[in-house]
């Protein structure tokens, strides 16, 4: 009889443990800077190689550690934070459940040394696999300096799930930016590949939030400061015109913890409701403090999730915290007249149109002469029960799914130049350029063809024709116009590295961006065919749309870039366009190679043909 239950052996259940806490460089990052933060240091150094794959190592003035417990400390549930099931709710340290060394210690080649003020040597660990190869006495300074080598170097898998060095690198900044918004007091500072990348020293909370968030918020931010016998709110949020298109500088923390809570999120977006358009995100840094009692920080390995006593307190507080703050400030939706004029201000606005450059305009291409208006504040999408009801309208065109389906009907592409007053011809429709068009409801073209008509949906009819036209542009690199005054464009953390990885693939369609200085980027050039004045607008909502996609690994980076340029360049539904420009839509879409989809499936226009419509009026 052979047993087949048996006990894994530590390094095994510690690597299975790992998976838990460290998923990614970034995450060792945040576990060894909050272990630094505990220590009590007032001065912590990020070192990283490769994006913290090579190397990761935080260097800290905190308390250091004794030599019994630097070798204890790799040990699983080792903590010195919490000795009895009592002191989880009255936690105050970052960590508690003494896991994070003991993970880093399976996964990665692990150096500690480490001394306390009163030793007069300090202690060097080193330790791989789990397995302590060697401990030693050293002279070393105060505080602890631990290094960790080839993350996952033992698990080969895992490795490989690892992402792009600015995809992790971007997770690193993401987590050393949290921590150091947590505890601006204390210096921090971050070095990549040799180079500085971050030093702020220690300050107010609005210094360490001006150094993150940049310069230009220095008087963008509204102090919020609440206090009652539950909770205090302090911390700040900035005004209307700070909200951006991408979710990027919202920061939430509980006892300076960064945690993650669409519902608390929401309690601030209802506070602005009426300040900043729908689609745009609020920035905020918002710390509460509350009785440790009142939270559970444990329900999650990562503790970004936390369960509160009694969370409506919370969200109402919250939400009124927000609305006083900006109520003091004069943005409070009860003064309307001000708050009309900020809005005025917003990107999103109109931007003057003058008729030399409408005339440009309409010559060079479609696009231009449909970017007059408020597009910024319409994104429509057509409803999953529209759609439906569209389909079943469908007489020949493929209904659903990518436009690979259509490979079998391309053959049946006629397009040719017009002549005979008829200038195009696709899946043999045919519309006369003298016919007059009727836009309804500022969002469908209603157009008379030889059998019938169509009816073509203005949005995602003109996000095929730029499709088209920017997939071209990865062939013949398309025409920048150089601007006459280049836009400075700042952003946070995150956005600035995911607009640098993009960079290249913007400017083959046309957009001519550099690095200037920390999170800044210069905008020197934009597609020929986008009027200037709007493109600070454009790459945020470019940005977001792109985060939106980026976890789907079906396109490249450039097909992603290209859909989400069409979707967000095409004109909107609620614009009303000219005679003029619904013949030149309908005439771009008929010329393209495929008309009838967008590139994402969607259908850009319905034929409605005669023996169906005769259908409808039979007995
Ligand atoms: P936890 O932080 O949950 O207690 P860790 O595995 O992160 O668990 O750390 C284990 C223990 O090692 C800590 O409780 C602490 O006593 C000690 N320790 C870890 N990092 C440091 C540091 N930078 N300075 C001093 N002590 C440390
Ligand atoms: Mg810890």
Request: one cysteine or more; proline letters at 4%; a negative charge.
């Amino acid at each position: 009889m052979t047993n087949s239950i048996h006990l894994l052996p530590d390094h095994i259940a510690n690597q299975i443990a790992a998976g838990e806490v460290i998923q990614r460089p970034a995450s060792a990052v945040k576990e060894l800077l909050e272990n630094a933060v505990d220590a009590g240091a007032t001065e912590i150094k990020l070192i990283i190689n490769d994006a913290g794959k090579a190397l990761i190592q935080v260097i800290d003035n905190g308390k250091g550690m004794n030599p019994i417990d630097a070798q204890n400390s790799f040990a699983r549930h080792a903590t010195s934070k919490i000795s009895s099931i009592e002191d989880l709710f009255q936690i105050r340290t970052m960590g508690f459940r003494g896991e994070a060394l003991a993970s880093i210690a399976a996964v990665a080649q692990v150096t500690l040394k480490t001394r306390q003020a009163q030793d007069e040597l300090g202690t060097k660990v080193e330790i791989e696999n789990s397995n302590v190869n060697e401990t030693s006495p050293i002279a070393c300074p105060v505080g602890t300096n631990i290094s960790m080598k080839n993350l996952f170097f033992n698990i080969p898998a895992r490795r490989n799930f690892l992402k792009s060095n600015s995809a992790e690198l971007k997770h690193i900044i993401e987590e050393f930016t949290r921590v150091a918004l947590a505890f601006p007091e204390i210096y921090f500072s971050l070095t990549n590949n040799g180079q500085d990348v971050f030093h702020w020293e220690g300050g107010s909370f609005k210094q360490r939030a001006i150094h993150v968030l940049g310069n230009s918020y220095q008087t963008k931010l509204v102090a919020v400061g609440e206090k009652t016998d539950y909770l205090t709110i302090s911390g700040f949020v900035g005004k209307p015109d700070t909200a951006k298109k991408t979710r990027s500088d919202q920061y939430f923390f509980v006892n300076r913890r960064f945690i993650k809570s669409p519902y608390l999120h929401h309690a601030i977006a209802n506070a602005f409701e009426g300040l900043i358009p729908k689609e745009n995100f609020p920035s905020y840094l918002l710390y509460i403090d509350v009785d440790p009692s009142r939270v559970d920080i444990n329900v999650h390995p990562t503790k970004q999730e936390i369960k509160f006593e009694d969370d409506k307190i919370i969200y109402a507080f919250v939400q009124a915290a927000v609305k006083h703050a900006l109520a003091q400030f004069s943005i409070a939706p009860s003064l309307d007249f001000s708050l009309d004029a900020d809005f005025q201000q917003l990107d999103g606005i109109q931007k003057p149109f003058t008729e030399e450059q409408r005339n440009s305009a309409a010559s060079s291409s479609l696009y231009a002469g449909f970017t007059q208006k408020n597009q910024a504040h319409f994104i429509p999408r057509v409803s999953d029960a529209e759609k439906k009801e569209w389909k079943s309208f469908f007489s020949d065109l493929p209904t659903s799914g990518d436009e690979n389906n259509l490979t079998s009907n391309s053959d049946s592409f006629i397009v040719k130049s017009s002549s005979m007053g008829l200038y195009k011809e696709s899946n043999g429709i045919k519309v006369n350029e003298d016919t007059t068009l009727l836009q309804v409801n500022n969002t469908y073209i209603i157009a008379p063809t030889a059998s019938g008509f169509i009816m073509v949906n203005q949005q995602l009819a003109h996000e095929r024709v730029l499709y088209e036209k920017y997939q071209k542009a990865t062939v013949h690199p398309h025409a920048t116009q150089k601007s006459l005054f280049p836009v400075v464009m700042e952003l946070g953390v995150a956005d600035a590295i995911l607009l640098e990885d993009i960079i290249e693939d913007l400017a083959v369609i046309g957009y001519e961006i550099e690095p200037f200085g920390q999170n800044s980027f210069i905008i020197q050039g934009i597609p020929a065919d986008v009027i200037s004045g709007n493109e600070k607008n454009a790459i945020e909502l470019l940005l977001e749309q792109f985060k939106h996609f980026s976890g789907d690994i079906k396109f490249s980076k450039r097909e992603k870039i290209i859909r989400c340029m069409a979707r967000q360049s095409a004109i909107k539904s609620g614009q009303s366009l000219t005679q003029k420009e619904m013949h030149s839509l309908i005439e771009s879409l008929l010329e393209c190679e495929i008309s009838t989809l967008t590139a994402s499936g969607a259908p850009t226009y319905i034929d409605f043909k005669e023996s169906y419509l005769d259908g409808l009026f039979s007995k």
